[in-house]
C-alpha cells in the first residue's frame, strides 16, 4: 500500500512553491514545521538575548521598561508555542507514520491546514510589537488584572493569535490519534508501538485536553477587557484568583506536553547508542500515562502564594511530589539502559546524556518548588526561572536537537559535519549551565524575575549569567550551519547511518520528491 502511495505522490507532486503550500505530505509537512520552529527558536532567541543585555548591569541600560516588559511576555509565549510545540509536532508529522507502518498521516488535509494557520498567527503576535502602545507586557501567562484592567487595546491582536495556536494545536493532536489508532501495520500492537509514538499519543490526549480550557481563558480576558465582562474583576463581582486557576489548569499539563514527546526521543537515541534494548519498556508506558494523568491535579502549585487553604496547600505539595515518581523511573530505565551497555559518544548521544543530567537538576528544583512553606521564599524569584528553564531548554530544547541530528541523515540523505556539531554540542552544554546555574542562586538570594533592575549585590552574578546567555545563543548558529550545510548535501548517509546500532537498518531516502529536502531533479 505504501509503495503505491509512494509511486503516485512521485508522479503527480506539483512544483516550486506550490508543492509546499499546497501538499499533504506528511514528510513536507514535518519539515514546514521544523523550519518555522527554528525560525521562531531564533526570533525567540533573539527577544532573550534583549533581556539578557539590559540585565548585564544594574540599572535601566538600553530598553524602557514597558519594552523589557513586551520582550520577556513575547519570549515566552514564542518559545512554548512557536519553538518547542511546533518542532515536536514536526518530528510527529516525519517519524510517527513511519514508525508505524502507515503511508501518511490520517488526515492530510487537515495537516497542511493545521501548520499553515501557525505562521499568521505569531505574525499576528510580532505586528502587535509594532503598534502604538506596544504588544503584550503582562508575562506569558497574562494574569489577570494585567491582561484585563491594565493592558492596551492591542491586547485583542494576543488572544486572536493564542485561539490561532491553539486551534492548530488541538488538529495536530487529533491527527496523531486517529493515525496511530488507525493506521498501525498489521501485528503491530499497543505494547510493541516505538516509545516515541506513544508518548506523542499520550501527549495528544492531553492537548485535546486543556486547548480548550486555554481558549476559555483567553476568551474571558476578552470579553472583560473589551465587552463589559467581569469574571476576573473583583469590582464586579469576579475574581483574579480565578484566573490563575483556570490558566494554571491548562498550564500545568501544558508544561507536560512540552517535555513528554522529549521522553519518547530519549528513549528512541539512548537504546541505539547503547546497543541495547530499552530497560522496562512497559514501565516507561506506564510511567507516561501516570505523568499526564497526574499533570491535572498539581496546577495549584503555581499559587501557593494566594492564600489558598491549608489542605489545599498539603494536598497539591504531595500530589506534584507525585510525579517525581513515574519521572524517576523513567530517569533510572535510561541509566539502566545505559549501564554496561557498548556505548559510542555519537551526536545525538551527548545531547540524550545530558538532557537525563540536566532535565534531573530541573526536576529536583522543581521538588523544592513543590515544598509549600519552601515555595513562600522561591516564588516569583529567579529560581523558578533557573527550574522552568533547566526542564525547558537543558531537557525540550536538547532533546530537539538530539532528535535533529540523530534523524537528519535519514531525512536528507546526507551525513551532517559531526565536528562541527561536536563543538555545537560542548559550547551549548558549557554556556546553558553559565546562564542557568547561577539563576538558582540570585534566586535563592531574593532577586524578583521580570524586572529590568536589580539591587546591587546581585551584579557579578548577572553579569556571568547574561555572559553565559550570549555564549549560548551564539552556539545556536553552529546548529543553523551544521543544518544549512547537511540540507545542501555532503557526504553520503550509509544505509546503516549509525552504524552497528541496533534497529537502525535504514535505507538511505531515494531523491523522489516527497523523500528528501533536497531539490528533485525535475524541480531544479
Known amino acids: 500500500m505504501s509503495a503505491i502511495v509512494e509511486e503516485h505522490s512521485h508522479h503527480t507532486a506539483p512544483k516550486g512553491l506550490k508543492r509546499w503550500l499546497f501538499t499533504t505530505n506528511h514528510k513536507d509537512i514535518g519539515t514546514l514545521y521544523l523550519l518555522f520552529s527554528l525560525t521562531m527558536f531564533l526570533i525567540g532567541g533573539a527577544m532573550a538575548m534583549v533581556i539578557r543585555a539590559e540585565l548585564f548591569q544594574p540599572g535601566l541600560q538600553l530598553v524602557e521598561p514597558h519594552f523589557f516588559n513586551q520582550m520577556t511576555t513575547v519570549h515566552g509565549l514564542i518559545m512554548v508555542f512557536g519553538a518547542v510545540m511546533p518542532a515536536f509536532t514536526g518530528l510527529a508529522n516525519w517519524m510517527i507514520p513511519m514508525m508505524i507502518g502507515a503511508p501518511d498521516m490520517a488526515l492530510p488535509r487537515m495537516n497542511n491546514w493545521s501548520f499553515w494557520i501557525l505562521p499568521f498567527a505569531f505574525a499576528i503576535l510580532l505586528m502587535s510589537l509594532f503598534l502604538e502602545g506596544g504588544g503584550p507586557a503582562f508575562g506569558w501567562t497574562f494574569y489577570a488584572p494585567l491582561s484585563t484592567t491594565y493592558s492596551n487595546d492591542n491586547t485583542a491582536f494576543f488572544v486572536f493569535a493564542i485561539h490561532i495556536?491553539?486551534?492548530?494545536?488541538?488538529?495536530?493532536?487529533?491527527?496523531v490519534i486517529v493515525t496511530i489508532v488507525n493506521l498501525r501495520a498489521p501485528g503491530m500492537t499497543w505494547m510493541k508501538l516505538p516509545l516515541f509514538v506513544w508518548t506523542w499519543l499520550i501527549t495528544a490526549f492531553l492537548l485535546i485536553a486543556v486547548m480548550p480550557v486555554l481558549a476559555g481563558a483567553v476568551t474571558m480576558v476578552l470579553t472583560d477587557k473589551f465587552f463589559g465582562?467581569?469574571?476576573?474583576?473583583?469590582?464586579?463581582g469576579g475574581d483574579p484568583v480565578m484566573f490563575q486557576?483556570?490558566?494554571?489548569?491548562?498550564?500545568?499539563?501544558?508544561?507536560?506536553?512540552?517535555?513528554?514527546?522529549?521522553?519518547?526521543?530519549?528513549?528512541?537515541?539512548v537504546p541505539t547508542f547503547s546497543r541495547k534494548k530499552l530497560f522496562g519498556y512497559a514501565s516507561m508506558v506506564y510511567a507516561t500515562a501516570s505523568i499526564a494523568l497526574l499533570s491535572f491535579v498539581v496546577w495549584a502549585h503555581h499559587m501557593f502564594t494566594t492564600g489558598m487553604p491549608l489542605a489545599g496547600e498539603l494536598f497539591f505539595m504531595y500530589a506534584t511530589m507525585l510525579i517525581s515518581v513515574p519521572t524517576g523511573v523513567k530517569v533510572f530505565n535510561w541509566v539502566a539502559t545505559m549501564w554496561r551497555g557498548a556505548i559510542?559518544?555519537?551526536?545525538?548521544?551527548?545531547?540524550?546524556?545530558?538532557?537525563?543530567?540536566?532535565?534531573?537538576?530541573?526536576?529536583?528544583?522543581?521538588?523544592?518548588?513543590?515544598?509549600?512553606?519552601?515555595?513562600?521564599?522561591?516564588h516569583d524569584t529567579y529560581f523558578v526561572v533557573a527550574h522552568f528553564h533547566y526542564v525547558l531548554v537543558t531537557g525540550a530544547i536538547f532533546s530537539i536537537m538530539a532528535a535533529a541530528y540523530y534523524w537528519l541523515p535519514k531525512w536528507t540523505g546526507y551525513m551532517f559535519d559531526i565536528k562541527l556539531a561536536k563543538f555545537h554540542f560542548w559550547l551549548s552544554l558549557v554556556s546553558v549551565n553559565v546562564l542557568f546555574f547561577p539563576m538558582h542562586f540570585v534566586g535563592l538570594a531574593g532577586m524578583p524575575r521580570r524586572i529590568p533592575d536589580y539591587a546591587l549585590q546581585f551584579a557579578d552574578f548577572n553579569a556571568i549569567i547574561s555572559i553565559g546567555g550570549f555564549a549560548?545563543?551564539?552556539?545556536?548558529?553552529?546548529?543553523?550551519?551544521?543544518?544549512?550545510?547537511?540540507?545542501?548535501?555532503?557526504?553520503?548517509?550509509?544505509?546503516k547511518v549509525w552504524d552497528g546500532a541496533e534497529g537502525l537498518e535504514w535505507q538511505v531516502p531515494s531523491p523522489a520528491p516527497y523523500h528528501t529536502f533536497s531539490t528533485p531533479p525535475e524541480i531544479k
Open 344 to 378: 559510542s559518544f555519537e551526536v545525538p548521544m551527548l545531547f540524550a546524556i545530558a538532557f537525563i543530567v540536566l532535565f534531573t537538576i530541573g526536576g529536583f528544583s522543581g521538588l523544592m518548588l513543590a515544598i509549600t512553606p519552601a515555595d513562600f521564599q522561591y
Open 472 to 495: 549560548f545563543g551564539l552556539s545556536q548558529l553552529l546548529f543553523v550551519a551544521v543544518v544549512y550545510k547537511c540540507i545542501k548535501g555532503g557526504e553520503q548517509a550509509s544505509g
Open 165 to 175: 495556536m491553539g486551534i492548530s494545536s488541538i488538529m495536530g493532536a487529533i491527527n
Open 229 to 236: 465582562t467581569s469574571f476576573f474583576d473583583a469590582a464586579g
Open 245 to 269: 486557576h483556570i490558566f494554571w489548569f491548562f498550564g500545568h499539563p501544558e508544561v507536560y506536553i512540552m517535555i513528554l514527546p522529549a521522553f519518547g526521543i530519549i528513549s528512541t537515541i
